[in-house]
């Protein structure tokens, strides 16, 4: 049995995460798997699968996602895999239209609660006939399954719910890095880990800091679309000394343990794996009362008002002020990622598969 996966790319964010956490440990199952790149350009996270024996093919470098092009350079992948798995629109679209040329088992991983073509007038039809081409329909959670079905308004029988995990035990023994004391000597800092996209809400985080003493730094690790906007945001609030963009990083854990919080400030989530991995730190985690956050972080983590900086920096506030709630925090966030490790959600996967 031969599983191809095809991602938009390998630079930031959830999904692609996703593929570097997944697919070896697919291997080590003795899973015969390869990844496909619609955009192949040269990332950490590329070269993290690359490094442990993953084939990783691409469409080329750069370039419109949905050229047409793209299709034709799709076809030869088709008639030599048993399975296909697509992540994100482009993937899903294009194998979608190609299958009739090839009917291989396909399979899609829908990660988020949202999206923008949900917002496009008239796009539910595409995805009605998009999503009836695949033969299982792998939503991260809960929320996200309730999320599509309300969206496209019909059954589909081959809507399953595997929930996203993380290595936890890699990221609960990790060392704390050295380079954000050195950066902000003395400092209390928070960090908040995922790409600048659209779906994410670092803008209210960023203002928060106007509400916090100056002792407070806040470290950005990630990058994406976004960055521009947000680095006018830091200048514009005269924050520059206070903000760190620290890009797209493999050191995570270490940085995650280096953080006296870790925050997830966003406008929806799938299941954040990022949230998941601040979790595990032994720090206190604050989310935004979204979809897809309010799930895994009530009762365990603190949850702020979505959008609401003057709130945020009330809660951390509060836990400087109150050691007890500081630590009492930081030990049941730890205690609920116990039900997302990792190990869950390959057997998941791979039971699936084999199903197949």
């Not at 076809?75 to 194998?95: E, G, M, R, S, W």
């Not at 991260?140 to 496209?152: E, G, R, V």
Request: aromatic share 8%; net charge positive; hydrophobic share 40%.
């Amino acid at each position: 049995m031969k599983i191809l996966h095809v991602i938009t790319s390998l630079r930031t964010g959830g999904a692609e995460k996703l593929m570097v956490d997944l697919l070896p440990r697919l291997k080590a199952k003795g899973l015969n798997v390869d990844l496909l790149l619609f955009d192949g350009t040269d990332t950490p996270f590329r070269r993290e699968v690359e490094n442990v024996g993953i084939k990783v093919f691409d469409l080329g470098i750069g370039g419109f996602i949905y050229s047409p092009l793209k299709l034709f350079k799709l076809i030869p992948y088709l008639k030599k895999y048993d399975i296909i798995h697509t992540h994100n629109t482009a993937p899903q679209l294009f194998v979608a239209i190609l299958s009739y040329l090839k009917r291989s088992r396909l399979l899609t991983t829908e990660h988020g609660g949202s999206n923008r073509r949900r917002t496009i007038k008239g796009y539910r039809i595409i995805d009605k006939w998009m999503y009836h081409r695949y033969d299982k329909i792998i939503c991260i959670a809960d929320k996200t399954k309730q999320n599509l079905l309300k969206y496209l308004r019909v059954t589909l029988p081959g809507v399953i719910v595997i929930n996203n995990g993380v290595d936890i035990v890699r990221y609960a023994n990790a060392a704390p890095s050295g380079e954000l004391e050195k950066m902000a000597p003395g400092s209390r800092k928070i960090i908040m880990v995922a790409g600048f996209r659209w779906e994410k809400d670092q803008d209210t985080l960023i203002k928060s800091l106007k509400e916090l003493p100056y002792g407070f730094h806040l470290f950005l690790v990630g990058d994406g679309v976004r960055r521009p906007e947000l680095e006018t945001i830091v200048r514009d609030e005269n924050l520059g000394d206070r903000v760190h963009f620290l890009g797209l990083r493999t050191d995570v854990p270490q940085l995650l343990h280096a953080a006296d919080y870790v925050v997830m400030s966003s406008h929806f989530e799938g299941l954040s794996l990022s949230s998941v991995e601040g979790m595990s730190v032994g720090r206190p985690f604050l989310a935004s009362d979204v979809d897809g956050l309010r799930e895994v972080v009530k009762g365990a983590g603190i949850l702020f008002p979505h959008g609401d900086s003057k709130a945020l920096a009330n809660e951390i506030m509060t836990l400087e002020d109150f050691p007890e709630k500081y630590r009492s925090v930081a030990v049941t966030c730890f205690q609920r990622v116990g039900q997302f490790d990792i190990s869950k959600m390959v057997d998941g996967y791979a039971e699936l598969y084999k199903s197949l």
